[in-house]
């Protein structure tokens, strides 16, 4: 079953296409169509679900044809693919801006701070009313529709994980970290960081922040405590890292 609707919207305003002089629509008129397509399906699978979502209901409120729909996407599921892509996008967004800031920190500043405020952003988006309904319909779809599947591998966990690798390369490089495979760790990183309480959030149990960023919290430090190394090693990095402050 697709996800039941909660909540209604306003339906989007009528837009006048503009055509060019062969009567198809100009190159930005077309991307605006695109884009209010999108806008308008995002938010019909998110009150209905993708069960009671269709292609009918979604040229109608975007003020385009049916055909047009199906020229565009070939069919309801091509569509999904499109919106589930996109809210993909804008999850791992705050994922690579948290990333970036932390490789541009001060290397003064602990792992386990850097690693918090990463933490922080990923329960923000990971957990959100939007992403847990777009999970429960990726989810209920998957089997009959693999790609589906596929498609929330590839262009959401493996970017994830990507992304995280990419930060611990650089912890790594300052000696805050003592890992062999950044790209496993960072698999193991987001699943205990935010698995278990995006895990309840898809099932329907509702999300307490504090406790959430508790547990966060703790599972980051369990994560150093196998992630850091050596004692010694640390502080020797730590030792290092504070020499090549520069000095004001």
């Not at 699978?45 to 047009?68: I, M, N, Q, W, Y």
């Not at 498609?151 to 790594?172: N, P, Q």
């Not at 919290?217 to 030792?239: E, H, S």
């Amino acid at each position: 079953m697709g996800l039941t609707a909660t909540r209604t919207r306003p339906a989007a305003p009528r837009r006048e296409v503009p055509k060019s002089r062969g009567g198809r629509p100009t190159k930005s008129a077309a991307i605006e169509r695109d884009q209010r397509l999108i806008e308008v399906a995002t938010r019909l699978f998110l009150d209905r679900g993708f069960d009671a979502t269709s292609l009918d209901a979604v040229a109608e409120a975007a003020r385009v044809s049916k055909p047009t729909v199906y020229a565009r996407y070939g069919d309801k599921r091509g569509l999904f693919a499109a919106v589930f892509r996109r809210e993909i996008e804008r999850w791992l967004a705050p994922l690579s801006a948290a990333a970036e800031m932390q490789l541009g920190s001060s290397s003064s500043v602990s792992a386990e701070q850097r690693l918090v405020e990463i933490g922080r952003e990923m329960l923000t988006f990971t957990c959100g009313p939007d992403a847990m309904a777009f999970s429960r319909m990726m989810t209920s779809q998957a089997i009959n529709f693999p790609d589906i599947a596929k498609l929330g591998k590839e262009e959401g966990w493996l970017k994830a994980v990507a992304t995280t690798a990419r930060f611990f390369d650089h912890l790594v490089a300052q000696g805050a970290l003592d890992v062999e495979d950044t790209t496993i760790a960072a698999e193991v990183f987001l699943d205990v960081v935010v698995g278990h309480t995006h895990r309840m959030a898809t099932f329907g149990m509702p999300t307490e922040i504090k406790s959430a960023e508790k547990r966060m919290r703790a599972a980051i430090r369990l994560f150093l405590a196998g992630a850091l190394g050596p004692a010694d090693r640390v502080q020797d990095a730590a030792k290092a890292a504070r020499r090549r402050r520069p000095t004001r």
